[in-house]
């Protein structure tokens, strides 16, 4: 988990794909429920395609893809 003085030192676009990775995390938790609302399946696609062109942009940015597994966990 990033601190915040960690957090306020990265630069614009990884900012903001530690924003989507945080705002991804109760979604994936939703979606391991047996049933699911539309709404959020609608939401979470949403969020996934927001991420997915983040990536992208990071990538066009620093010249190669960003390795990890998503969120660091403790």
Request: hydrophobic share 40%; proline share 7%.
């Amino acid at each position: 988990m990033l601190t915040e003085p960690e957090y306020d030192r990265l630069p614009g676009v990884l900012r903001r794909i530690v924003d989507a990775d945080r705002r991804l995390a109760p979604v994936r938790k939703a979606l391991r429920a047996p049933v699911v609302a539309i709404g959020i399946l609608r939401g979470a696609r949403r969020d996934l395609e927001h991420r997915r062109a983040l990536t992208v942009e990071a990538e066009q940015l620093y010249g190669h893809r960003l390795a990890g597994s998503g969120p660091a966990t403790a």
